[in-house]
Structures are given as C-alpha cells and as structure tokens.
C-alpha cells in the first residue's frame, strides 16, 4: 500500500466540503481538520471538488 494508501486508510471521511471551508462553515474543529488533510495531501481536495 502506498503512503497516499496509507493516509486515506486512516483519515476520516471529513463531514465538510471544500467550499465549507471556503465559507468557513463546520465548527473550528472541523475546519481545522480538513485543512490539515489538505496539508497533508493537496489532491484530495482536488478529487472532493
């Protein structure tokens, strides 16, 4: 399995969507985390777009 593999295998589904963040949406908690899984991994936002 590959590092990307990896990373998906572990990281929850986030509840919010790319534009969620844009509009600042979700709780702070959630933001925050699906900025870090953007940090982490650029593509994946582009595949959730």
Request: charged content about 15%; cysteine-free.
């Amino acid at each position: 399995m590959s590092a990307a593999g990896d990373f998906a295998a572990q990281a929850p589904e986030p509840a919010l969507q790319p534009i969620d963040l844009l509009l600042g949406q979700g709780s702070p908690a959630e933001r925050a985390a699906l900025q870090a899984r953007f940090d982490a991994d650029p593509w994946s936002a582009v595949s959730m777009a």
